[in-house]
């Protein structure tokens, strides 16, 4: 099985802009999940999508938004970037159905720098 | 509400040499705990699961941990390292329904020749 993947791999943007991730989940695999990931904070959970609906969410200014698709994929938007958004964001997904698949699976982020 | 402390942000240790990464965990309910290694410029990779069972876990990479529930522990072994395992080491766990890990901060570990 094709693993997850994210685009883009690599970003740049100026503060002010906006900015949509995008990640296309293990087939199969209904539940993604957004980490933001910086030296100083470590992993910090964004949200968790699940049959196209948010299911969990964590604690993170609007500014951060996502959505998932009917296909399972999902993207993350960012709006009026601060600097301080500079950060690998992680996508992973997993399949949690019938009381397995808790595991997650990551792809392999987007790294973005704002400036 | 669950956490996950991982005692060590880093540990250095020599090519051949046995390791311990050490994992604690706070949940009153039952758990679901995982290791994962991400490399530099790459996402999480699950190493092993504990979700019930036995409490000695194998991995791969010849990593193992042990589950120790009286003192909420999940060490992360390896009786002899490569320098190809330096990397980052994330614990984290499940529990009270969530679907939601709970990350600890990482541990890096780091190979010397």
């Known amino acids: 099985k094709a693993g997850v993947t994210q685009t883009p791999r690599y970003l740049i943007k100026t503060r002010g802009q906006q900015v949509t991730l995008s990640c296309s989940p293990i087939?199969?695999?209904?539940?993604v999940s957004w980490y933001q990931q910086t030296p100083g904070q470590g992993l910090q959970f964004l949200f968790e999508?699940?049959?196209?609906?948010?299911?969990n969410k964590g604690n993170f200014p609007g500014r951060f938004s996502g959505r998932q698709f009917s296909n399972s994929r999902s993207e993350m938007n960012v709006s009026t970037l601060e600097l301080g958004d500079s950060a690998l964001y992680l996508c992973?997904?997993?399949?949690?159905?019938?009381?397995?698949?808790?595991?997650?699976?990551f792809g392999p982020g987007t790294r973005l720098t704002v400036t | 509400a669950q956490s996950v402390t991982q005692l060590d942000s880093q540990v250095p240790v020599f090519e051949e040499a046995p390791v311990e990464l050490r994992c604690n965990y706070s949940?009153?309910?039952?758990?679901?705990l995982f290791w994962y290694v991400q490399y530099p410029n790459q996402g999480l990779q699950l190493l092993l699961k504990y979700l019930s069972g036995s409490t000695l876990v194998k991995g791969i990479n010849g990593f193992e941990a042990e589950f120790n529930k009286s003192q909420t522990s999940f060490h992360l072994r390896k009786p002899s390292v490569h320098i190809s395992d330096t990397a980052e080491y994330f614990c984290?766990?499940?529990?009270?329904?969530?679907?939601?890990?709970?990350f600890g901060r990482g541990t890096s570990l780091i190979v010397h020749p």
């Open positions: 992973a997904s997993s399949l949690v159905s019938g009381g397995q698949g808790y595991e997650q699976y």
């Open positions: 087939s199969g695999h209904r539940s």
């Open positions: 999508y699940f049959s196209e609906t948010q299911r």
């Open positions: 984290a766990v499940i529990s009270g329904g969530s679907y939601i890990p709970t």
């Open positions: 949940s009153s309910v039952s758990v679901y």
